[in-house]
């Protein structure tokens, strides 16, 4: 026994130590995640600054209440609406506009509804007079939240065709896009989740190109007034640093297979 | 063909398999300290209530792993309760949850196994003038090697659940993502066969685990009888 406490002791022992460095944690979405943006970003950031970013990956709607919680320093998140309603509640302070890129509809390659083109609502109007399987993500991010807002544009309740030819995952968009693919159905994404994606099967890129497909991400610290422990020099370093010069070059220069996904704001 | 993925060449496997052991081992230490004491107490103690509290211990073995996650995550998140402690998303996190996940198993298991043996040894330890405690450490210690099953079983729970560690560590690279979270995560982004292969990777690291368990138990066994 005295020998398993030993190795019990030194196992507990060493779990502090990864504590030891300056860091922030922030609350982020899978698309910026799963897309390697923070993996191509960060590193440049921690070597200029010696500050490790923590990064949470969640759905938009997720990422907000981590923050609203305090379990967040600062917040990177693509659902304006909601970013600029939680500033005005004052949970949020210094709201910078980082980047954007857009969101696409993917279906089957033949496209049975003949939905394809650049008209985004069109399209979804068209889907749900054919009554073609449509996966959404049903969790509040901010995908879904644009989702809604095209639908509510085209006119039509999704809701009414649920269980039917509309579903809803309530899961991020890879696990989305995983079932979209495994039914053969239409989904909206983000472009950087679909260019990194792999398990594409059938589906290929139906509309692009839609002025409404516009998709903008924000970046946020927590209230320090209202969470007195957020690291408020350290997360205010992140945020200038991502709408400085250097760190728009960095975004510009982050490609998949040689396509960028992501623009910085001027 | 894909191209061989990058996280099997640059170390970043090994540091994941290592976050996994730490946190997984580190609650089967923890849950094994307090579920055997417990178990034992349970087995040999009477007292009001005990059936009901046995029941409830079988039941938790059935804890949904992101329920407890969930639990966890209010209690350490900074508007909770243990908020200022700042734990949320250290590795910390995730051993209190999976700690919290796996005593009912060892507990309950292990109070079977202490029950079984006591009902055997009972007459002969009173005879030499054991009593309460003393009893139950004696056949805790006598069943030593059948308890091992029941904190194996504690391992296995710990190293496979994918709920609780993603909600309160987060899924943090290079600070909190162990094998399931990257097997979770490596499955969203569409990449089956690398999720696969770290299910493999996974599978192994349990298995050679269980198999050292096996081989230190009949070698203390043949030595000790």
């Not at chain 2, 685990?209 to 066994?221: D, F, G, I, R, T």
Request: glycine residues 10%.
């Amino acid at each position: 026994m005295g020998f398993i406490a030993k190795i019990a002791c030194a196992l507990l022992v060493a779990l502090p130590a990864f504590g030891q460095q300056r860091y922030i944690t922030v609350a982020s979405t899978t698309s910026t995640e799963q897309s390697g943006l923070f993996r191509h970003l960060l590193p440049i950031f921690e070597r200029k600054t010696g500050i490790q970013v923590r990064v949470v990956a969640l759905g938009t709607g997720q990422a907000l209440d981590m923050g609203k919680r305090g379990d967040a320093d600062v917040a990177f998140v693509h659902d304006r609406a909601a970013e600029e309603k939680l500033v005005a509640d004052g949970f949020f302070v210094e709201r910078r506009e980082v980047m954007y890129n857009d969101f696409i509809i993917v279906g089957p390659k033949s496209d049975p509804a003949r939905a394809g083109g650049r008209d985004a609502v069109a399209a979804l109007i068209t889907l749900a007079e054919t009554k073609m399987p449509f996966v959404s993500r049903g969790d509040k991010s901010g995908t879904h939240a644009a989702e809604l807002r095209l639908w509510k544009e085209a006119g039509v309740d999704p809701a009414q065709g649920r269980g039917a030819w509309y579903r809803e995952t309530g899961s991020g968009m890879g696990p989305t896009l995983n079932t979209a693919s495994g039914m053969n159905a239409y989904a909206l994404t983000d472009r950087g989740t679909w260019l990194s994606f792999k398990n594409r099967g059938e589906l290929g890129i139906v509309v692009q190109g839609d002025k409404r497909l516009f998709n903008q991400y924000g970046v946020m610290l927590v209230s320090p007034a209202k969470h007195r422990h957020v690291k408020k020099a350290e997360g205010m370093a992140l945020i200038n640093w991502l709408t400085s010069a250097e760190g728009r070059r960095a975004i510009a220069g982050f490609k998949i297979d040689g396509e960028q996904l992501f623009f910085p704001e001027e | 063909m894909q191209e061989f993925p990058e996280i099997l060449l640059d170390g970043r496997l090994w540091q994941i398999v290592l976050l996994s052991l730490q946190v997984s081992l580190s609650a089967v230490a923890l849950a094994t300290c307090a579920g055997l004491p417990l178990g034992a107490a349970l087995a040999v103690g009477r007292f009001r209530g005990r059936d009901s509290l046995i029941v409830v211990l079988n039941a938790l073995m059935g804890l949904p792993p992101v329920v407890v996650g969930l639990f966890v995550y209010m209690a350490l998140s900074r508007a909770g309760p243990l908020g200022a402690f700042g734990l949320l998303f250290t590795p910390g996190a995730m051993v209190i949850a999976q700690t919290i996940l796996i005593l009912p198993i060892i507990a309950a298991l292990s109070r079977q196994a202490v029950e079984d043996a006591w009902r055997e040894y009972d007459e002969q330890l009173r005879s030499l003038g054991a009593h309460g405690l003393r009893a139950a450490l004696t056949v805790l210690w006598d069943i030593r090697f059948s308890l091992l099953t029941s904190v194996l079983a504690g391992l296995g729970r710990a190293s496979a659940e994918v709920g609780a560690v993603m909600i309160v560590g987060g899924n943090i690279e290079g600070v909190t993502r162990v094998m399931t979270t990257a097997i979770a995560l490596e499955t969203s982004k569409g990449d089956l066969p690398l999720a696969l292969g770290l299910g493999l990777v996974l599978m192994t690291i349990v298995l050679v685990l269980n198999a050292a368990a096996y081989l230190v138990k009949e070698a203390a066994q043949r030595r000790y009888g």
